[in-house]
Every structure is written in structure tokens, then in C-alpha cells.
């Protein structure tokens, strides 16, 4: 008899994922028994519940294996150890649909091995004259706050460019974004061949892959799965302590899928037997000091979240919603039963049921509903992933996780006054998505506007938008919502809201750390970080030993943080008067024609230079260290933490970021995040744009204690196409109520670092959170155009000048 050609083709099918015949014919068989020959949920998304069918045997394999030594008495156990039966190579799971995107991403890495060199050749031409016109011209802030020396600015105003995408050119370090994977690296260092002599995680904050990492051998297959499961094991105990546990029990509860839906990184599937299975898809890639934390925590953090993001009910509980899930799943399930049946469905019968071992019937699924919800199961990831993220539905979210919030059921819609936000009404029609574009650009229908807040397009008057229930009648206020402009890049949820105008969100693409442009040159090797930079002998947290480590060098012996997660007080006072009184402390003086600053103001006119702060540097542990991921010296480099929300200012400012908690002085809220770019570079996008970028800042912190920096050489950021959430913070004269403060991580270049920024006081929910941005708005010579002081601060510089001009 000639092989059936189903049959043909699932051997096939799952040959491709090396799979031998061998191994798949059992499975097969007992899917096809479960199935009753039906093949259809078989053939199903390219033979998926066979590949993990097969999977799921493996792994009980394994867990067998690794088993048996404890079982084994006799004399040989240690034999057993020593030489265990030589395990099948681990299979590779199928791609789910939604990861087939990152899966097919081709990054190629052979022409990156060139590089160019920290030396290059001035082009002098790069800085035309003419350039020093302030009026088209943004600002450059001075990261190190060179500003107010003297009545000189360290603002550079030029004219301004947009790219709207970085063009690769050939030996190019960056990748467009949509073909890179979340989190990963871009860049592979150009002089020196990339050294992860210690195999660790994937550096932090620029992250490079190495040409064999295995990440690039098949990302999204090694994508890792956080499943929670609704219990209805045999003994009913729910897990309700957020225990971990291993991925070996996982086989047991198994069973092929009948229906599964995938809303972004959440996949729920159903089995046969009624079991649910809630997949999220928890990608934490780039994020070096990431380790599992508990589920209980992790549920109550989405819980707190919610309340706060969404003015949900304080009733509401993340087990409740699974436990919603799983009513309503018996309920549909219920219903469809006393509905006639398709002949073909493979939905379950109460036969069938009865007939498997261990199955239940209706009865125990819903003995099984009642208990509480339990968390069975995470499996332990291989690869780094991201933040736990809670989608909503999917017919109202995008692809990327932005959408409209929806959760109406647990919104408590409250008459809040002015200053507090107002409760997020769902937008009525589906077509008031705000969508992004293929390239995961946030783009607004029909708007755009950049960092400045120009080109705002309004929302067409044919928009229905809905009415918060809260706003009395006739003061009613378009509402803007856009669940998470991080997409997830980030281990918070970090919504934007408009209740102020129907100004649609900004275009940009949200990255978590930053991306080194074309030429910018950040040595990153792990090699260059001798044991004399780092802490190779320590262990745990370094913040609880009694010998500061290595690390601690750099804040005099002392680290920078305390125990708390805050900026240690001395360190952060320092900071704070440098940037409210630069004169008093040390600051470096560019020779000659040698200030990139007064460069790029004008190459033939140029003033002496009017001085660069010399930056308080803080020195966190990394991945050379002996100290592990949570060391309380690793605090920038594991991310934004705190509740944010990006939203529109009442007052002219544009958009703004505000916390929605309390915030302490000292801790950290995040960091500026953007393009590395040369000064060169900025300056050639510059001039080729017509739009205007938004404060690129000059990583200049450090330029006192080595050699002077060319143009080519100095650094800077600019978050304008690129940037996170510090993109939206506003400035504030003198007394804002975060400063930047330089950290460095992974380079002991300190040409490169991170700007973190660090509450200045104790911060309470609903603030906005605000930088000096350094300007010097009574530099007469070049007047700051950029924008009109709104800061409303008593302090404010921009309000002197005025009051001056108007006397004159
Ligand atoms: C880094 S962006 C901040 C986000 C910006 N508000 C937006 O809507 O995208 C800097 C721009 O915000 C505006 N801005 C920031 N601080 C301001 C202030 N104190 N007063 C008025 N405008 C301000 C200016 O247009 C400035 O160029």
C-alpha cells in the first residue's frame, strides 16, 4: 500500500526541524488517536501541535533523565552521573505565527567586520560657514552642563535635519530597526573582534552579537515562554505562592491544542480537555541583569499598574481576570454543547473525554474553575526577553501592542479634578487606532509631529471619539490613549495620553537603549575591561559587602547607591550643584578652535570655548563582574522601573512625562535614550532636514580629562527617530526635579556613557518630571529659538530675559 500522503508530508513537515521519523511516528499515532483521525488541528499551523507534541515527549525525556540518578541506590549512582545516557540534541519549537516576523529576520553580520578607526580624518567641511544662523538651528545640550558659564551658551543652534530612517551603507553599524530583533544589538564593535570571553548575557545598555551568538541562530525559536496555567491537577492545589516551577513537570499538562488565539506576546490555546494554557511571551532581551523574578510580585506589580494606569477599581486582581477567562471559556464551552455540533469539530465530547485517563468531564471543569488560579509552570528561558506585558484585546490592539485601552469593566470612572488624568475612555470607532507603520513608527493618522511639538494634525472631524463617563456634560475633551508607546521594549507599560487636544502621538521608534549611527565610534569588548575596572571576585550583591568592590573606585570608594536603590545623598547633592552652580565646580576649557560646541556654531567666527563640566561619573558593576544580575551597583542598566505616563501638557509645552507614583529623591527614572551619533553626523542631518531635532545632547562629561575631541570623535545623542520615553521630558529652569547624572557601564570609555536621570527630591504621583536642559536663554549672540520658556519655574532664565529686554 503506497504511505499515506498525509502522513508523507508531517514527516515532512517536522523533518525540517531535524526531527527523525522515528521520533515522530508515535507522536503522530497517539495525535491521531486523540484526534480520531481527524487531521485538520494536526495539519494546522504548519503541524504545530505535532512539533510540540514531539517537544513535549523530549522534554519529559529529559526530566526522566535527569531524574534518574535520585532513583538509582545501588553503587553506580555516581557512575550514573558521571556518564548519563547521552541526551537527543534539544528540538527546536516551531515559531508561533507572531514570531515568524523576528524568525525571518535576516541580519547578516560579514560586513561588519570591518571597521573604521577612532582616528579619522577631520572634514572640516563638514561645518560650513553660515552655519552659526541661531534662528534655524536647534539646541545641543551640553550633557555635562557647560551652559551657564559666564552669559555663554553651550547651546548650539543649527539648522535641522530629519532622517526619516538611517540608511545603511555598505560596512554600516546599524540595522533598520524593524529587522532587528527587541533589545538586540545593532552594532558589532569595528577595531577590535568582539571578546565574550566570559559567556556572559548579552552586554547592557548597546548590546553587540557576536557573529556565531546563537541568538542569531534562530531568534524567535528560542523565544521563551512564561505560561501560566489554570490548575486542575489532581490534588486541586492551587499555587497561589508564585512558585517557580520547573519546566520538567510541564509534560503532564500538555495536551494537544484545539484552539488557540495569539494577541501580540499573549497566546492562549485550548486542549481537548478543556485546559487552558496562557502563554506570555516575556522578552527581556538586553536587559543583563535579568533574573526570574517571582509571580506573585510580577502579578501584583500588573496589578498596581492597572489601578494606576487605568483608574481601574482597586478590587481588581489579575487572578480574577484568569479566572473570567476560565468562566467564560466553560460558559462558551457550555453553550456550544447544547448547540447541535459540527461533524467535524474536534471539540470535546464528554465520550472522548471519558475515554482518555485523567481527562474531566464538564463537572470537574468547573470544580476546576472554582479553585483559585494557580501558577503551575514557567519555563526557564534561554535567551534574554523582555517585559511581562499584558495586552489588550485584540481587536483593539496593533500587531506591536498599541492600541486603544478597552478594560471598561474595571474602570472606575470617577470626576477627578483638572490636574489628575482622567479616566481612558475607549476611542468609539476602530478607525481612531492610532497605527503604527510597518516600521514600528507610532505614526498617527494623517499626523506627525516631532519632539517639538510642530506639525501637530488634528484628529479629522469625522473621529468619534468617546466621552469620559467622568467629564461633566459639556466640558467634554477629546482623549487620546495609546496603551504602551514602548511596545513592550520595556519592563513597564508606559501609556500616552492626550486629554488636553486632539493632538495624536509623535513619530518615532521607541528603543530602550541606545543605537550607535554609522560612524559613531563606542569600543565596546569586554576584553578592553580589565579586573582592574570591575569586580571579578565578588559575589551576590556587592552593596552587602563590607569591602566596596572595584566599582566603587570611581564614586571615592563608596557606591553610588544604597541598599534602598537610590542615589546615595553626597553623590547626588554634587550633582545637583553642578548643575544649578557650574561655576563652582571644575570644568575644562577646549583649546582654540577645539570646542566642538563653538565649531559647530561657526567655523570662521569662533569663540574660545566656554568651558565643560567635568561630569560626576558613576561606575555600575557589569557583566565582567562576579556579583550577580540583581548587585545593587547595577541599577540604570536594568531599566525603567517606575509607573510613567507620557501625556500632553496643559500649557503649551507639548507633551511631557509625568510619573504615576511616588517617587523618593535619588531613584531612578530612566534614561536618554537615542542615536549615537558623531557631532559630524548630527551636524550633516542637520543640514539635510527640514524639520528641527529636538535636543540632541552631548556626551561631554568626560572631555576634561583625556585629549580634546574632535567633531568626528565627540559624541552625542539624539532621540528625535530613535529615542525612549526621555524624549518627552520637559524642561525646567533650576529647579527641576530630575538631573542627569553620567553612568558608565559597559566601556571604561567614558567618551560613551549613559545619561540617567535621578530624582532631585521627593517626587509625588501625577508630577511632571522635568531636566535642566541647560540652556542659557540670555546668551545674546545666539538667542535660543528653540522654544519660549514655559517652565513656570520662579527661577526661570527665560523669564529674566525678557523682563530685561522690556526695560531696555
Ligand atoms: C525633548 S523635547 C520634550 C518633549 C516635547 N514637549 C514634545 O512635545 O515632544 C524638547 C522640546 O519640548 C518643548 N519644551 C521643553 N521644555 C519646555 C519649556 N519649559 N517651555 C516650553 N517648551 C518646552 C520645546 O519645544 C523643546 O524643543
Known sequence: MPPD??????????????????????????????????????????????????????????????????????????????KPEEPRKPLKRLRLKYQDQAGSCNVDLQGYSGGSSSKRPRNDNCVPPGASDPQEHPETISSSKGKQHGSSQSLVLRESSYLKEPKPEPGLDIYPLKEV????????????????????DPPGPITVIPQDSPILDGLAEKSNQLQIQESQS???????????????????????????????????????????????KCNYTGRPGFQPPDLTSVLKLVEDKCRRAHNIDSSFSVAEMMRDICNSYVELGSESVSQPQEQDSPKDSVESQEALPGKVNGETVNACVSTDLAILDVVIPEVLMDPLHLDVPSDLVQSDGIGVVSCDRYLNRQVQDDDVPRDTSPLKSPSNL????????????????????????????????????????????????????????????IALVNEVDSTLPPSFSYIPQNLIFQKAYVNVSLARIGDADCCPDCSGDCLSSKIPCACAQETGGEYAYTSEGLVRESILEECISMNRDPKKHRQFYCKDKECPIERSKSDDMMEPCKGHLVGKFIKECWIKCGCDRQCGNRLVQRGITRSLQVFMTPKGKGWGLRTLEDIPKGA??????????????????????????ACPVLLDADWGSEKVLKDEEALCLDATTFGNVARFINHRCFDSNMVEIPVEVETPDRNYYHLAFF???????????????GIDFDDQEHPVKAFQCLCGS???RNIKRTRRRRIR
Open 5 to 82: 500522503p498525509r502522513v508523507v508530508k508531517a514527516f515532512r513537515a517536522v523533518k525540517e526541524l531535524g526531527i527523525a521519523e522515528d521520533v515522530v511516528k508515535p507522536v503522530l499515532k497517539d495525535l491521531l488517536r486523540v484526534y480520531e483521525r481527524n487531521w485538520q488541528p494536526i495539519e494546522e499551523d504548519n503541524y504545530r501541535v505535532l512539533a510540540d507534541a514531539i517537544f513535549d515527549r523530549d522534554d519529559s525525556r529529559k526530566v526522566d533523565q535527569i531524574k534518574k540518578p535520585e532513583i538509582n541506590n545501588d553503587n553506580n549512582v555516581a557512575e550514573d552521573v558521571r
Open 181 to 200: 530583533p527587541s533589545g538586540v544589538a545593532l552594532i558589532k564593535p569595528k577595531d577590535e573582534p568582539f571578546t565574550d570571553d566570559l559567556n556572559h
Open 234 to 280: 489532581g490534588n486541586g492545589k492551587s499555587r497561589g505562592d508564585g512558585i517557580l516551577t520547573s519546566s520538567g513537570d510541564r509534560s503532564d499538562h500538555h495536551l494537544p491544542r484545539v484552539s488557540q488565539v495569539s494577541h501580540g506576546s499573549v497566546d492562549i490555546a485550548s486542549s481537548s480537555i478543556g485546559d487552558i494554557q496562557i502563554a506570555i
Open 434 to 493: 492610532v497605527h503604527p507603520d510597518q516600521n514600528g513608527l507610532i505614526n498617527s493618522l494623517g499626523g506627525n509631529e516631532n519632539m517639538n511639538g510642530q506639525e501637530h494634525n488634528d484628529i479629522t472631524s469625522e473621529t468619534t471619539i468617546g466621552e469620559p463617563a467622568h467629564v461633566p456634560a459639556g466640558t467634554a475633551k477629546p482623549t487620546i490613549d495609546v496603551v504602551d508607546i514602548t511596545k513592550g521594549e520595556e519592563m513597564v507599560v
Open 668 to 693: 531612578f527614572v530612566c534614561e536618554y535614550v537615542g542615536e549615537i551619533l558623531t557631532n559630524a553626523e548630527l551636524y550633516e542631518r542637520n543640514m539635510k532636514s527640514t524639520l528641527k531635532h
Open 759 to 773: 530624582t532631585t527630591r521627593d517626587v509625588a504621583a501625577m508630577e511632571e518630571l522635568t531636566w535642566d536642559y
Open 794 to 796: 520662579k527661577f526661570c
